[in-house]
Each structure stands twice: as structure tokens, then as C-alpha cells.
């Protein structure tokens, strides 16, 4: 017997025995009653594990021991994300070639993950660089292609000048590159998409019955963006054009004074006179190198120029002028609206900037007002023909039919999402495999020629061209086409690793499989994913693919389900010392250190304890010695406390271990581990805190606690004399009865002022409360001998004994 927890022999000792007994190794085909417990999984970067990582899988790792002794089979696999151009990059900067940088990454990270003590079947570990991963990416890729829901476009993508690559709008968010921060290029390229687009709708409708944080669903609609609207017709005079604007305020009509084509917009040049074409091309070419988010930008001085053209609205027959300005943006919409100066503020400024007529037509009574600036509310129709005086909804519905009828309107909705570019001009990822002959055009890698392996190529730095590094490996590029048999090229790009972390949760039960991505029986008793714990900034990205991925491949009849994660569970972030932390701003925290000084299992009660897991806390604002000191406390009752008998009677005793049972159990239902914490402290104290200790008593702390710290928790089941492992222990239950306080207070008043408290049996009578006091000393001596005229008497609370009238 130890006086203090040795946690580096405790961690060593049950790392080995744990991996011995295959604990955390669960019979993916033989399992009973199938939990899958999914964890984000990690890039391995360099540095090594964030102590935000440990936050997270802890967490996650908390819920699966939680279900585990439920009863129930917890499946908790890991892996790593390890292509993409975060690793890439740091491979060029420090001159390593990602081929062996990447693979000494991974085992650090590996080594770091078992020190955690998180319950990891590591007989299921995927790798995406793994040919043997890859392969199956390459695959899906395939399917989607053969779907008509992969192809190339021509498109205005986002630039990154340093990382010299495309990226995705999700990654270009803020019109800096997520990965270097640089700024944003638009830059016209042929590109591989993904129709994710297709999927926006049911995207979105399944918000509706998936059970996620409501952040993160929030963050899905937000980003799905739908709008209902109307598409409006315009034709142009003079031209066999016609202008489709989308707008969502068609009561707004006929105060629309000109109409805006976005500078990328296909009739530009067709529509623009010979008179304003230098300008208009000017302005075009300007304008497209601008990337999105500044063209989007409010406050942003209006830019525009004048087509010589004139459409006329077909709501009132007039002529208005058509404008190029780069505040509307092709990507929404039809790339075109009608402006409406009076409501809409952009179009307001930009009516001012350029002297254009501003034409009020809805009035909150009725009447004419100089605007200062846009009306955007609802009210009543003026200057507006025959729909003037009605309300702008009914009008708006009535305008909309009168439209539909000439056929200059209908209804449509719009959605904000893109299709998925996934191409990569980069070369640390899996080759997109596809053939490009110039007789047959993309011809598809037939599946018996997969995986295309990705070729070590010694220099692997982008060069500008805007072409992969593999462009430069002749005997990559020729191939023969597999349709025709002619000379032919190979695809150079490869594909981004949002692709590859969009199917991995349905790789790990059939990590291994060589001759199918994942196999149905397993897939069917394992998916969809039980809890799917991780961070919202992946709200968007990761887990809109992978549910766009998981609904093609249903629809390809390859699944049976829909849904990826049946719960998602967003985890709050952790920050140090009020910030972020970030590699930029130098506050990034290893776990290594904490780990050799502290443990994993003070690690993790720290980090469990510094706030709620949904919302985050601030790893500088305790200290960790609190956690130890509660571990230590633990090990000192266990190991010198005298266990006088198995269970306890003593009511108080009971309640006291009851109630703390629920109030764990409870919480940890609800991932409120802050507060789990804080009751097992309660009990623990409550515990040591008795005469006599109870066998009982000591193993269901040791249950309670083994969900946040293992080693210990396991070290000292087996020095209560326990031999089997206490991961295996079923989860304590609780009798509600028991959880009840036994006895209560009750205050004491004496002509309506309070002379004492009375300690009484739940739910005592009123005669029973009122004898005991008065034989206590303290309050019958303020009775002075006088007469209890009345009582009133509430139960468990008060006893108001009147001597007056
Ligand atoms: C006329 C109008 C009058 C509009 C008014 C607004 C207020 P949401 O709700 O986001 O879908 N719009 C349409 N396409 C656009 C594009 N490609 N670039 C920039 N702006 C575009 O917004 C729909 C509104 O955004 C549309 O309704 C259109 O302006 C503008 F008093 O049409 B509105
Ligand atoms: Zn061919």
C-alpha cells in the first residue's frame, strides 16, 4: 500500500493489461447489442495532440465507458486523416517529404491517444493514406461519377496564391485561406465537382428528425441557405434577350428602376452596346479577380457600369437600363436581379451613387416618405398600379399571378449551397481516378484498376501552373484509355481529404476489407453511427458531405439508411487564458507535459471540470492540482479506509449514495461531466466523511469514477479485492426511494418569528414536529409557559406556533 497514486506505474501497468485482455477490442461481427461511439479523427500534424483533442476524446470517451456498462458493446475506433494539404504543407516548409513525415506523425499521435486512457479498439485503425484506404475513396468517387453526381466544370473557384491550390468556399470562409490566412484569389479553372446541390433539399428536411445539437443544425440550415422567391422575366428591348431575375420581394415590382447583370454573367457581352463595351469589359475583368466574400461585403463602396442596354418590366411596361455591378454574384440565384432602390439598401446606394430614380412602392401607411434609407418592411402597396392599396402579401401574391399568367413569373426556390469542389492541384491525396482520352473524353479507371496509387514523386511543391506535381511525372500521366485503348492521359488532380473523412465511419467496422469499402452485414449491424461526438467548426463541412455521401450511396444501393449519425453532440471549445488557442497565437497547449507531471486520468478530470462539455472552458483558469488532490483523496479512502462490512444501513448513508448514483447517472446521460465531477466529489467527501466504511459503499464510487479516470479507478478495484476488469462492471443502479432525503429541517416560529430549526423524519406529523420541539431546550424557552392558542404547521418546512389571537 502506497500513501500517494503512483500514476506513471498504474498507466504503465493497466496500458499492458488492458491490451492483453483485448478490452477495448470489440467482435465486430459477434456483438450483441452494437454501440458505435464515434470520435472526430485526427490530421497528424507535427506538433502532436492539441490539449483540445484530449477535451474532445475524452469526452466522447467518457459517453462510451458510460454505455459500456449499460450493457452494451461500445465499439470506440480511431484513426487518422492524413492526407491533405495541412500535412503537405508543413512537409515543404520543413522539408520533408510528406512519405515519411506523415507516417512519423502518426505514430507519435498514436503513442500520445493510448496514453489517454481512452478505450480505443485499435484492431480497427484507419489510415486515408492507405492505399487500402484509398482505394475505396477512389471508388466512391467512381460511383458518384457513374451517378452523374461527379463532373467537371468550368468555374470561378477560390485561389489560395500560397498554398497555390483551389479550395472550397467552406475553406475560403472570410476570403482568407483556412490553412495560411492568405487572401483569396477568383480565379476561372476546370475543377471536379461533387452535385451536392442535388441533395440540398433533402439536406435540409432531415434536419428535422436527426437528433444533433441544435448549433449544429443550425449552422447545416444557415449554410443550405433556402430561399423562396420568384424568378422574373424581363426582356430586353431591341434583342431577342430576356433578363430571369431571382427576387424574394416581388410586391416590389414596380418600383424596380434597373436591373443588375453579375459582371460573370453569360449575356454581358451579348446584351452590352458597341458604345459601352471597353468600359463593360473593363469592369468585367476587374471584378471577377475580386473573391466573393469582398464582393459581398455591405459597407463596401458600390461599383458599376452602365450596358447601354434597356429591359422592360413586365409588371408596367417600362423600359429600366441594365447595369453590371459586382454586388450581385453569379453563384446565387440567376446571377441577375432587379434592383429596387427604395427597399433594398445596396440598391439604394448604388441608385445614389449613379443618379438612377428611386421609386417608392411600399408605404407602412399608405402614404409617401423621403427615404434616409431603405424601407424593408411589410405595409401597403403605392405606386403601384392596379395593386396599389393592397397589403404588400397580398399584393405580392396577386402581382405573382398576374406574372405567371403572361408567363414572365414563377415561383422558385433557391438554395445558397454549391456543388462540392473537390479537386486538388496538390499532390498529397488520393489521384482522382479517371482517364482522359481525346477520342472518348473523362473515361473512368475501370474498379479492377484500382487503387490508383499515388506515385512518389521527389519534388512535390506546387508550382504555380496551376497544375498538380503529378503533371510532372510522365510515367504517371500516360495511360491507355480503358474504352478505346488510344493513348490517353491520366488525371492529375487529386482529391481534397474533406473527401476522404466523408465516408470514414463507414470504413472502420470493416477497416481491413480488401475487396469491398465496407461489408453489409457489418455495415447493417453497426450504422448508423449510435453518438458522433466532435467540434462545430466541422458543422458545416465535414457532416454536410458526409451526409451528402451517405445519401448517394443509399440511393446507389449500397446502404440502408440515410443518416450517418443518429446523435451528433457538438463539444465546446477549449481556450486558454480568454483566447482561442491557436498555433498563431502561441498559446497551444501539449498534454504531453501534464501527462508525465499529472497523469492521464488528473488530465482528463481536469479537463472535464473546467466547465460545461457543451460550451467550453478555459484550460489557464484552475489549476490542475484540484484534480489531483480529488484523485488523491480518492486513493487515500480507498487503500487505509477500514471496510467494516459489504453494505450500509445507515439511512443517511444510503441517501447520501443513492442520491449521488441518480445525480451521475443523470448527468452523464446529458453529458453534463462538470457536474457529474462535482457530485463524486460530494460523495467522496460525504463517504470519508462516516465512522464506518462499507465494501458497498467504496466499489460503486469506483464504478461512478471509472468513466473519467480509468487507471485508478481500475488500480484500486482490484485493491478492494475485485479480479475481473471494473470496465466490464455494470453501471450502479439507483433505488428512487433511497434518493430521497431522509430527514429535514423544519423552522420553528413562535407567533410568526423564527426561534429555531428543528430536525425531523421525512414527512413527519405535525403533532410529532411540535413535541419535539417543545422538548428541545432552545425553543421552549421561548414559550415562556404560555398557552398554543394555534398551529400552522407546513410539511417539511415550518411549524408556526401562536400563543396570541
Ligand atoms: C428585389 C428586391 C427588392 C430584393 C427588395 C430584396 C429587397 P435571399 O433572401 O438571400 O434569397 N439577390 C438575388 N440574387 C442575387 C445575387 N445573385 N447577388 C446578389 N443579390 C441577389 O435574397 C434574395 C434577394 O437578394 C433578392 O430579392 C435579390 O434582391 C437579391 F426590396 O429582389 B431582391
Ligand atoms: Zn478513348
Same mark, same amino acid.
Given at each position: 500500500?502506497?500513501?500517494?497514486?503512483?500514476?506513471?506505474?498504474?498507466?504503465?501497468?493497466?496500458?499492458?493489461?488492458?491490451?492483453?485482455?483485448?478490452?477495448?477490442?470489440?467482435?465486430?461481427?459477434?456483438?450483441?447489442?452494437?454501440?458505435?461511439?464515434?470520435?472526430?479523427?485526427?490530421?497528424?500534424?507535427?506538433?502532436?495532440?492539441?490539449?483540445?483533442?484530449?477535451?474532445?476524446?475524452?469526452?466522447?470517451?467518457?459517453?462510451?465507458?458510460?454505455? *459500456?456498462?449499460?450493457?452494451?458493446?461500445?465499439?470506440?475506433?480511431?484513426?487518422?486523416?492524413?492526407?491533405?494539404?495541412?500535412?503537405?504543407?508543413?512537409?515543404?516548409?520543413?522539408?520533408?517529404?510528406?512519405?515519411?513525415?506523415?507516417?512519423?506523425?502518426?505514430?507519435?499521435?498514436?503513442?500520445?491517444?493510448?496514453?489517454?486512457?481512452?478505450?480505443?479498439?485499435?484492431?480497427?485503425?484507419?489510415?486515408?493514406?492507405?492505399?487500402?484506404?484509398?482505394?475505396?475513396?477512389?471508388?466512391?468517387?467512381?460511383?458518384?461519377?457513374?451517378?452523374?453526381?461527379?463532373?467537371?466544370?468550368?468555374?470561378?473557384?477560390?485561389?489560395?496564391?500560397?498554398?497555390?491550390?483551389?479550395?472550397?468556399?467552406?475553406?475560403?470562409?472570410?476570403?482568407?485561406?483556412?490553412?495560411?490566412?492568405?487572401?483569396?484569389?477568383? &480565379?476561372?479553372?476546370?475543377?471536379?465537382?461533387?452535385?451536392?446541390?442535388?441533395?440540398?433539399?433533402?439536406?435540409?428536411?432531415?434536419?428535422?428528425?436527426?437528433?444533433?445539437?441544435?448549433?449544429?443544425?443550425?449552422?447545416?440550415?444557415?449554410?443550405?441557405?433556402?430561399?423562396?422567391?420568384?424568378?422574373?422575366?424581363?426582356?430586353?428591348?431591341?434583342?431577342?434577350?430576356?433578363?430571369?431575375?431571382?427576387?424574394?420581394?416581388?410586391?416590389?415590382?414596380?418600383?424596380?428602376?434597373?436591373?443588375?447583370?453579375?459582371?460573370?454573367?453569360?449575356?454581358?457581352?451579348?446584351?452590352?452596346?458597341?458604345?459601352?463595351?471597353?468600359?463593360?469589359?473593363?469592369?468585367?475583368?476587374?471584378?471577377?479577380?475580386?473573391?466573393?466574400?469582398?464582393?459581398?461585403?455591405?459597407?463596401?463602396?458600390?461599383?458599376?457600369?452602365?450596358?447601354?442596354?434597356?429591359?422592360?418590366?413586365?409588371?408596367?411596361?417600362?423600359?429600366?437600363?441594365?447595369?453590371?455591378?459586382?454586388?450581385?454574384?453569379?453563384?446565387?440565384?440567376?446571377?441577375?436581379?432587379?434592383?429596387?432602390?427604395?427597399?433594398?439598401?445596396?440598391?439604394?446606394?448604388?441608385?445614389?451613387?449613379?443618379?438612377?430614380?428611386?421609386?417608392?412602392?411600399?408605404?407602412?401607411?399608405?402614404?409617401?416618405?423621403?427615404?434616409?434609407?431603405?424601407?424593408?418592411?411589410?405595409?401597403?402597396?403605392?405606386?403601384?398600379?392596379?395593386?396599389?392599396?393592397?397589403?404588400?402579401?397580398?399584393?405580392?401574391?396577386?402581382?405573382?399571378?398576374?406574372?405567371?399568367?403572361?408567363?414572365?413569373?414563377?415561383?422558385?426556390? &433557391?438554395?445558397?449551397?454549391?456543388?462540392?469542389?473537390?479537386? *486538388?492541384?496538390?499532390?498529397?491525396?488520393?489521384?482522382?481516378?479517371?482517364?482522359?482520352?481525346?477520342?472518348?473524353?473523362?473515361?473512368?479507371?475501370?474498379?479492377?484498376?484500382?487503387?490508383?496509387?499515388?506515385?512518389?514523386?521527389?519534388?512535390?511543391?506546387?508550382?504555380?501552373?496551376?497544375?498538380?506535381?503529378?503533371?510532372?511525372?510522365?510515367?504517371?500521366?500516360?495511360?491507355?484509355?480503358?474504352?478505346?485503348?488510344?493513348?490517353?492521359?491520366?488525371?492529375?488532380?487529386?482529391?481534397?481529404?474533406?473527401?476522404?473523412?466523408?465516408?470514414?465511419?463507414? *470504413?472502420?467496422?470493416?477497416?481491413?476489407?480488401?475487396?469491398?469499402?465496407?461489408?453489409?452485414?457489418?455495415?447493417?449491424?453497426?450504422?448508423?453511427?449510435?453518438?458522433?461526438?466532435?467540434?462545430?467548426?466541422?458543422?458545416?463541412?465535414?457532416?454536410?458531405?458526409?451526409?451528402?455521401?451517405?445519401?448517394?450511396?443509399?440511393?446507389?444501393?449500397?446502404?440502408?439508411?440515410?443518416?450517418?449519425?443518429?446523435?451528433?453532440?457538438?463539444?465546446?471549445?477549449?481556450?486558454?487564458?480568454?483566447?482561442?488557442?491557436?498555433?498563431?497565437?502561441?498559446?497551444?497547449?501539449?498534454?504531453?507535459?501534464?501527462?508525465?507531471?499529472?497523469?492521464?486520468?488528473?488530465?482528463?478530470?481536469?479537463?472535464?471540470?473546467?466547465?460545461?462539455?457543451?460550451?467550453?472552458?478555459?484550460?489557464?483558469?484552475?489549476?490542475?492540482?484540484?484534480?489531483?488532490?480529488?484523485?488523491?483523496?480518492?486513493? &487515500?479512502?480507498?487503500?487505509?479506509?477500514?471496510?467494516?462490512?459489504?453494505?450500509?444501513?445507515?439511512?443517511?448513508?444510503?441517501?447520501?449514495?443513492?442520491?449521488?448514483?441518480?445525480?451521475?447517472?443523470?448527468?452523464?446521460?446529458?453529458?453534463?461531466?462538470?457536474?457529474?465531477?462535482?457530485?463524486?466529489?460530494?460523495?467522496?467527501?460525504?463517504?470519508?466523511?462516516?465512522?464506518?466504511?462499507?465494501?458497498?459503499?467504496?466499489?460503486?464510487?469506483?464504478?461512478?469514477?471509472?468513466?473519467?479516470?480509468?487507471?485508478?479507478?481500475?488500480?484500486?478495484?482490484?485493491?478492494?479485492?475485485?479480479?475481473?476488469?471494473?470496465?466490464?462492471?455494470?453501471?450502479?443502479?439507483?433505488?428512487?426511494?433511497?434518493?430521497?432525503?431522509?430527514?429535514?429541517?423544519?423552522?420553528?416560529?413562535?407567533?410568526?418569528?423564527?426561534?429555531? *430549526?428543528?430536525?425531523?423524519?421525512?414527512?413527519?406529523?405535525?403533532?410529532?414536529?411540535?413535541?419535539?420541539?417543545?422538548?428541545?431546550?432552545?425553543?421552549?424557552?421561548?414559550?415562556?409557559?404560555?398557552?398554543?392558542?394555534?398551529?400552522?404547521?407546513?410539511?417539511?418546512?415550518?411549524?408556526?406556533?401562536?400563543?396570541?389571537?
Amino acid at each position: 500500500m502506497r500513501d500517494s497514486y503512483d500514476h506513471q506505474a498504474a498507466e504503465r501497468k493497466w496500458m499492458q493489461r488492458w491490451q492483453e485482455a483485448k478490452a477495448h477490442e470489440v467482435d465486430v461481427g459477434q456483438a450483441r447489442r452494437p454501440y458505435y461511439n464515434l470520435m472526430m479523427f485526427p490530421y497528424p500534424s507535427a506538433e502532436g495532440l492539441h490539449v483540445g483533442n484530449v477535451f474532445a476524446f475524452t469526452g466522447s470517451d467518457v459517453h462510451g465507458r458510460f454505455m *459500456r456498462a449499460q450493457g452494451l458493446d461500445v465499439f470506440e475506433p480511431m484513426g487518422f486523416d492524413a492526407f491533405g494539404i495541412h500535412s503537405e504543407n508543413y512537409a515543404l516548409k520543413i522539408g520533408v517529404h510528406p512519405a515519411q513525415l506523415v507516417p512519423r506523425n502518426t505514430a507519435a499521435f498514436r503513442g500520445q491517444l493510448r496514453r489517454m486512457g481512452l478505450m480505443l479498439d485499435w484492431s480497427h485503425e484507419v489510415d486515408t493514406t492507405d492505399p487500402g484506404y484509398y482505394h475505396w475513396t477512389q471508388w466512391l468517387f467512381l460511383q458518384l461519377f457513374r451517378a452523374g453526381l461527379a463532373y467537371q466544370g468550368e468555374a470561378p473557384v477560390n485561389w489560395c496564391p500560397s498554398c497555390k491550390t483551389v479550395l472550397a468556399d467552406e475553406q475560403a470562409e472570410g476570403g482568407a485561406c483556412e490553412r495560411c490566412q492568405s487572401v483569396i484569389e477568383r &480565379r476561372q479553372m476546370r475543377q471536379w465537382f461533387l452535385r451536392i446541390t442535388a441533395y440540398a433539399q433533402r439536406l435540409l428536411d432531415n434536419l428535422d428528425w436527426v437528433d444533433w445539437s441544435d448549433v449544429t443544425k443550425q449552422a447545416q440550415r444557415n449554410w443550405i441557405g433556402r430561399s423562396e422567391g420568384v424568378e422574373i422575366t424581363f426582356p430586353v428591348v431591341d434583342s431577342d434577350a430576356t433578363i430571369t431575375v431571382f427576387t424574394t420581394r416581388p410586391d416590389t415590382v414596380w418600383g424596380a428602376t434597373y436591373l443588375v447583370l453579375a459582371p460573370e454573367h453569360p449575356l454581358v457581352a451579348r446584351i452590352t452596346t458597341a458604345a459601352e463595351r471597353t468600359e463593360v469589359g473593363n469592369y468585367v475583368q476587374q471584378s471577377t479577380l475580386l473573391p466573393t466574400i469582398a464582393r459581398e461585403e455591405l459597407a463596401r463602396e458600390k461599383t458599376g457600369v452602365f450596358t447601354g442596354a434597356y429591359a422592360l418590366n413586365p409588371a408596367n411596361g417600362e423600359a429600366v437600363p441594365v447595369w453590371v455591378a459586382d454586388y450581385v454574384l453569379m453563384g446565387y440565384g440567376t446571377g441577375a436581379i432587379m434592383a429596387v432602390p427604395a427597399h433594398d439598401q445596396r440598391d439604394l446606394e448604388f441608385a445614389r451613387a449613379f443618379g438612377i430614380p428611386v421609386r417608392q412602392v411600399v408605404s407602412p401607411d399608405g402614404r409617401e416618405h423621403h427615404l434616409a434609407e431603405a424601407y424593408v418592411g411589410e405595409g401597403v402597396l403605392i405606386n403601384s398600379g392596379p395593386f396599389t392599396g393592397r397589403t404588400s402579401i397580398e399584393g405580392a401574391k396577386a402581382i405573382v399571378e398576374a406574372l405567371a399568367a403572361t408567363g414572365r413569373g414563377r415561383r422558385a426556390v &433557391r438554395f445558397r449551397l454549391h456543388d462540392w469542389c473537390i479537386s *486538388r492541384q496538390r499532390y498529397w491525396g488520393p489521384p482522382i481516378p479517371i482517364i482522359h482520352c481525346d477520342a472518348c473524353g473523362a473515361v473512368p479507371v475501370p474498379e479492377e484498376g484500382l487503387p490508383v496509387v499515388l506515385p512518389y514523386v521527389e519534388d512535390f511543391a506546387p508550382d504555380g501552373s496551376g497544375l498538380s506535381p503529378l503533371a510532372r511525372d510522365e510515367a504517371f500521366v500516360h495511360a491507355r484509355c480503358p474504352s478505346c485503348g488510344g493513348p490517353a492521359r491520366r488525371e492529375t488532380d487529386v482529391s481534397d481529404n474533406f473527401l476522404d473523412s466523408a465516408w470514414f465511419f463507414l *470504413r472502420y467496422p470493416s477497416a481491413g476489407l480488401s475487396d469491398a469499402p465496407f461489408g453489409p452485414a457489418v455495415t447493417e449491424k453497426w450504422l448508423p453511427v449510435d453518438m458522433y461526438i466532435g467540434g462545430q467548426e466541422h458543422a458545416v463541412l465535414h457532416l454536410m458531405y458526409s451526409r451528402f455521401v451517405t445519401m448517394a450511396l443509399k440511393d446507389l444501393g449500397y446502404l440502408s439508411f440515410e443518416e450517418p449519425f443518429r446523435h451528433f453532440r457538438a463539444h465546446g471549445l477549449l481556450i486558454e487564458d480568454g483566447a482561442k488557442m491557436s498555433k498563431s497565437r502561441g498559446n497551444v497547449v501539449n498534454p504531453d507535459e501534464y501527462l508525465d507531471i499529472w497523469g492521464a486520468d488528473t488530465l482528463r478530470v481536469h479537463l472535464l471540470f473546467l466547465g460545461p462539455y457543451q460550451e467550453g472552458g478555459d484550460f489557464g483558469d484552475t489549476d490542475i492540482i484540484g484534480a489531483r488532490r480529488f484523485l488523491e483523496r480518492l486513493w &487515500r479512502y480507498i487503500t487505509t479506509s477500514e471496510f467494516s462490512s459489504d453494505c450500509p444501513a445507515d439511512p443517511e448513508v444510503l441517501n447520501l449514495l443513492h442520491s449521488k448514483i441518480k445525480k451521475v447517472t443523470q448527468d452523464l446521460r446529458e453529458l453534463r461531466y462538470n457536474t457529474a465531477i462535482a457530485a463524486l466529489m460530494e460523495l467522496l467527501n460525504g463517504l470519508m466523511g462516516q465512522r464506518q466504511h462499507h465494501r458497498e459503499c467504496a466499489q460503486t464510487l469506483l464504478k461512478l469514477v471509472g468513466p473519467f479516470a480509468p487507471f485508478i479507478a481500475h488500480e484500486l478495484w482490484e485493491q478492494v479485492g475485485e479480479t475481473g476488469l471494473l470496465v466490464d462492471q455494470p453501471w450502479p443502479q439507483y433505488d428512487e426511494a433511497l434518493t430521497r432525503p431522509q430527514s429535514v429541517e423544519i423552522v420553528i416560529q413562535i407567533d410568526g418569528r423564527t426561534r429555531g *430549526r428543528q430536525r425531523v423524519p421525512m414527512g413527519a406529523a405535525r403533532a410529532d414536529v411540535e413535541r419535539m420541539a417543545l422538548e428541545s431546550a432552545d425553543i421552549g424557552k421561548w414559550l415562556h409557559g404560555r398557552q398554543i392558542m394555534r398551529r400552522v404547521f407546513v410539511p417539511n418546512r415550518l411549524l408556526n406556533l401562536v400563543t396570541r389571537d
